[in-house]
């Protein structure tokens, strides 16, 4: 039986899935509720100075969009830190710490960008024995107006400059959250851990209008006939989250660096992907506000299952195993040479593949034969792009071929050679190397 | 169980006054907006989709169901309307698991193909109750075309030549429009006065004339048509009934009936206690027909309904669906029987002896050996045939009128489709799909094309 318990930057918890900072860990009725479902943490919903809490609208504050099915894959908020008190708020982070000592307990925090709100609130939080904190640069709608959240994020010397703050005003781990809303995330990442944070939390969500009211002509969600753009989560938002965490974790000056890996995660798969990709851990936050906090028991139980059938005793053994593997398009080896195969047994003849190729790539699918309805690739047209796996509504009833080397590939009429090659040897390329790049 | 249903005899009133409404209601109610969406999330928009082709007015129906599926339901319609105007009709009784959704390549993938029938229903419907039309009609050329039946080929063909600008009159034998799908079809697939709303939704496009009560061969003749129209088209349907060729037939004054008669006199019964209907029941036949007189002889109260037919259950024409709603109402189907007589007492009926039958050598043969069932109702439902005067001077073949491709028969100026011709199926989308095609022959005609 695979051992999924989780050790990051210090903080133990008996599992990889934390639940984000937001909404289902506003209060201590909700983060009980999640720990008794199995959940191994929660980031508590970020905290805000002392003082009258902020509020939130009063109209609806999420939009989502829906597959076909109507499914949530995409969801988004402009609900704003949390809006109780903040002595309350720590109070119950207190008790619920106590309740619960083999969670783990992180609590968010945003307060304005100077170096007395941050000195003000590190003790406060500090006494409640959680288990951490988290630095919130990434809310981008609501307080990043107000100078804060994304605001912070998306300028690396004032990341830099309050985890700083935070290393010497508080002995607790400090996670820093980072905002996707920027152009590349590997400066923020690298200005958190020039700080001194001791690993770093992404995506936090991404500016998104999810839909426009056609009858109102207003953003979605609506409030009294206006809309503001809010942070977009969900299934729909994981692959930009995997990428930014790949971007980190294979960036010179940020390898190694703890990640918290956050966007979308719905699975267990999901959060093996994180994991493979060089995430420490998952927080989820849609999949549970979508289907409610039991859901990490399929998670616990296929990630496991997944562990042992792989041979995964711990969660090291296969965290960052696939970073070697993210590469630069200009290092792809242009020697390798596929093609699709469409399994006739398989194949429910829906002909989506043809019309796919036909209309908008190599049209290498053939659609007919022998006066007959059937599908078949023509390996003499197939460039091996892919789409039609991608439309094919049966799994895994076209499959993409590699061809071996010495065998012709009937496109080119050229022999499959068994060397690797590159972009950057490559005599189409005007800047190319005389000696292949590794 | 109600005491009418003990009643001997042939009687009415066999059930609880408000059992008949709840009997006689619609089998498939139309899909909600929810229902609608998720049954329409199904369908993949195959390329070239085997549905449409199994389609005999070769519906776009990726197009429509993806139409649905963006709630733009009238977008859907005029998809439907476009190569089948008798689509909210078709989308109640075609057989449509034997059609399109046999095709779906859904069936193949996983048993369960996209509810194709329910759809269109779903999107005719919503077109049909706001009185959307979809078609203007093209300026008048001063044509005149006879259509002679009011049914699905007749209106698909006046349709088809309305819009082109032709003036059409139809001409029906019966006092209501509508032909099979008012007087053929069972109760409950086309309830509330469906089909008479259908006659008026095809013919609002204007220039279509009904003139009822106007039989061919009676108040009608070919010849008197042709010489006041420019073109005639016959959709004439199938007027008589076979026979049983059994002993007795002849004698029984009571009891004996055809299904089809059985059938449009429910449907046009105002008050469904006052049908009489016997306690046991032989419906002899195989096809849709025999399904819609044996089942709505049970919904009518009546104790005992056996369907006896000559051959296996493979050789049915009624399809699989049809059979199993006939059991799940509880009517017995029996195969490999063929009616030898009918049993009468004073010209009443009392039963009927049927004969085992079997294939040998792929010819149907009895076996001499027979059963006897108790009955006091026998209906026949072993197909129609051509009445000789709706066809006079008309080259027959297998005793239907023959045509060409585009529906011309042997005389020039006369076209002919639906049941009526050789290449009828006994299928309303078929005999739509005759009428229209049958239309654009006869505008090609008109126009010297």
Request: aromatic letters at 6%; hydrophobic letters at 40%; a negative charge.
């Given at each position: 039986m695979a051992d999924i318990r989780n050790n990051f930057v210090g903080i133990k918890s008996p599992n990889p899935f934390w639940l984000a900072s937001a909404p289902p860990t506003d209060k201590a009725y909700n983060v009980e509720r999640a720990f008794k479902a199995g959940w191994g943490g929660v980031v508590w919903k970020t905290l805000g100075e002392e003082g009258p809490p902020v509020v939130n609208v009063n109209g609806p504050r999420y939009g989502a969009i829906w597959s076909g099915d109507r499914r949530l894959i995409g969801f988004n908020n402009i609900e704003l830190i949390t809006d109780r008190q903040l002595q309350?708020?720590?109070?119950?982070?207190?008790?619920?710490?106590?309740?619960?000592?083999?969670?783990?307990?992180?609590?968010?925090?945003?307060?304005?960008?100077?170096?007395?709100?941050?000195?003000?609130?590190?003790?406060?939080?500090?006494?409640?024995?959680?288990?951490?904190?988290?630095?919130?640069f990434g809310c981008p709608h609501g307080m990043s107006e107000r100078g804060m959240g994304a605001a912070v994020g998306q300028v690396p010397e004032y990341v830099e400059m309050v985890v700083r703050w935070c290393k010497q005003y508080s002995r607790m781990p400090v996670i820093t959250k980072l905002t996707p809303n920027i152009t590349d995330i590997r400066r923020p990442a690298r200005a958190a851990k020039n700080g001194g944070t001791d690993a770093v939390s992404l995506i936090n969500t991404i500016n998104s209008i999810t839909s426009v009211d056609l009858d109102l002509m207003a953003p979605m969600p609506t409030i009294d006939g206006k809309g503001t753009h809010g942070g977009y989560c969900g299934p729909a938002a994981k692959p930009i989250a995997l990428h930014m965490v790949a971007e980190i974790a294979r960036d010179k000056e940020t390898y190694g660096l703890p990640i918290s890996g956050i966007g979308g995660v719905t699975t267990w798969r999901d959060a093996a992907e994180f994991l493979a990709l060089g995430a420490g851990n998952v927080q989820v936050c849609t999949a549970a506000m979508v289907y409610g906090f039991k859901i990490v028991e399929e998670m616990i139980s296929g990630?496991?299952?997944?562990?042992?059938?792989?041979?995964?005793?711990?969660l090291d053994d296969f965290s960052g195993r696939a970073v070697r593997n993210v590469t630069d398009w200009q290092f792809l080896n242009l020697n390798y040479i596929t093609k699709a195969h469409i399994d006739q047994e398989t194949c429910i003849k829906c002909g989506r593949c043809h019309i796919a190729c036909e209309d908008t790539s190599h049209q290498a699918i053939m659609k007919e034969k022998d006066g007959k309805r059937h599908f078949e690739v023509m390996d003499d047209e197939c460039v091996g792009c892919n789409l039609c796996v991608n439309v094919c509504p049966v799994e895994d009833c076209i499959t993409m071929i590699a061809l071996q080397p010495g065998m012709l590939d009937e496109r080119t009429n050229r022999v499959v050679e068994p060397t690797y090659a590159n972009w950057t040897t490559h005599p189409n390329n005007p800047m190319r190397k005389v000696e292949p790049a590794e | 169980?109600?005491?009418?249903?003990?009643?001997?005899?042939?009687?009415?009133?066999?059930?609880?006054?408000?059992?008949?409404?709840?009997?006689?209601?619609?089998?498939?109610?139309?899909?909600?907006?929810?229902?609608?969406?998720?049954?329409?999330?199904?369908?993949?928009?195959?390329?070239?989709?085997?549905?449409?082709?199994?389609?005999?007015?070769?519906?776009?129906?990726?197009?429509?169901?993806?139409?649905?599926?963006?709630?733009?339901?009238?977008?859907?319609?005029?998809?439907?309307?476009?190569?089948?105007?008798?689509?909210?009709?078709?989308?109640?009784?075609?057989?449509?698991?034997?059609?399109?959704?046999?095709?779906?390549?859904?069936?193949?993938?996983?048993?369960?193909?996209?509810?194709?029938?329910?759809?269109?229903?779903?999107a005719t419907d919503i077109a049909m109750e706001e009185n959307a039309q979809f078609f203007e009609r093209a300026p008048s050329t001063g044509k005149k075309?006879?259509?002679?039946?009011?049914?699905?080929?007749?209106?698909?063909?006046?349709h088809r030549l309305a819009v082109h600008g032709h003036d059409v009159t139809i001409y029906d034998a019966r006092p209501k429009a509508g032909g099979l799908n008012e007087y053929g079809i069972a109760t409950y697939k086309t309830p509330d006065g469906f089909a008479q709303a259908e006659v008026e939704y095809v013919t609002a496009i204007g220039g279509i004339d009904i003139e009822l009560g106007q039989a061919l061969g009676k108040e009608l003749s070919l010849e008197g048509l042709l010489k006041t129209h420019d073109a005639v088209f016959l959709g004439v349907g199938l007027g008589g009934v076979n026979a049983l060729r059994a002993e007795g037939e002849s004698t029984a004054d009571d009891g004996l009936a055809a299904a089809v008669d059985f059938i449009s006199e429910l449907r046009q019964s105002d008050d469904l206690s006052k049908l009489p209907v016997g306690r046991r029941i032989v419906v002899i036949g195989g096809g849709?027909?025999?399904?819609?007189?044996?089942?709505?002889?049970?919904?009518?109260?009546?104790?005992?309904?056996?369907?006896?037919?000559?051959?296996?259950?493979?050789?049915?024409?009624?399809?699989?669906?049809?059979?199993?709603?006939?059991?799940?109402?509880?009517?017995?189907?029996?195969?490999?029987?063929?009616?030898?007589?009918?049993?009468?007492?004073?010209?009443?009926?009392?039963?009927?002896?049927?004969?085992?039958?079997?294939?040998?050598?792929?010819?149907?043969?009895g076996m001499g050996h027979t059963l006897t069932l108790p009955a006091d109702q026998v209906f026949k439902a072993i197909g129609q045939t051509l009445e000789d005067e709706t066809a006079a001077g008309l080259a027959l073949s297998g005793g239907r009128i023959a045509v060409d491709a585009e529906g011309r028969t042997s005389r020039p100026g006369v076209w002919a489709g639906g049941d009526c011709i050789d290449k009828g199926d006994d299928l309303t989308v078929t005999a739509v799909a005759q009428g229209r095609d049958a239309a654009e022959s006869i505008h090609r005609y008109l126009s010297g094309n």
């Open positions: 309350l708020n720590l109070q119950e982070i207190k008790q619920v710490k106590k309740n619960w000592p083999d969670r783990a307990l992180v609590v968010s925090i945003m307060v304005p960008c100077d170096e007395d709100s941050w000195k003000a609130i590190l003790p406060l939080v500090e006494e409640t024995e959680a288990d951490g904190i988290e630095l919130n990630l496991s299952n997944w562990m042992d059938e792989k041979g995964y005793r711990t | 169980m109600s005491e009418g249903m003990l009643k001997q005899g042939i009687v009415p009133g066999r059930l609880e006054p408000g059992q008949y409404a709840r009997n006689f209601s619609d089998l498939h109610p139309r899909l909600d907006k929810h229902e609608a969406f998720v049954e329409a999330d199904r369908c993949y928009f195959c390329f070239d989709a085997p549905c449409m082709h199994a389609c005999p007015t070769s519906i776009d129906i990726p197009m429509f169901i993806r139409e649905i599926s963006t709630d733009n339901p009238l977008g859907a319609a005029e998809t439907i309307f476009e190569q089948n105007i008798l689509g909210g009709m078709c989308a109640r009784v075609c057989p449509t698991e034997q059609l399109c959704e046999e095709a779906c390549v859904r069936m193949e993938a996983e048993g369960k193909p996209v509810k194709i029938g329910q759809l269109q229903r779903y075309i006879a259509v002679v039946g009011a049914g699905p080929a007749g209106l698909a063909a006046a849709m027909t025999a399904i819609d007189a044996a089942v709505q002889s049970k919904l009518l109260g009546a104790e005992d309904v056996t369907i006896c037919y000559r051959r296996g259950q493979e050789h049915m024409n009624a399809s699989g669906f049809e059979q199993d709603l006939a059991a799940s109402k509880g009517v017995r189907i029996r195969h490999w029987l063929q009616p030898k007589r009918i049993l009468t007492e004073n010209g009443r009926v009392t039963g009927i002896e049927l004969e085992y039958t079997t294939l040998t050598d792929g010819r149907l043969v």
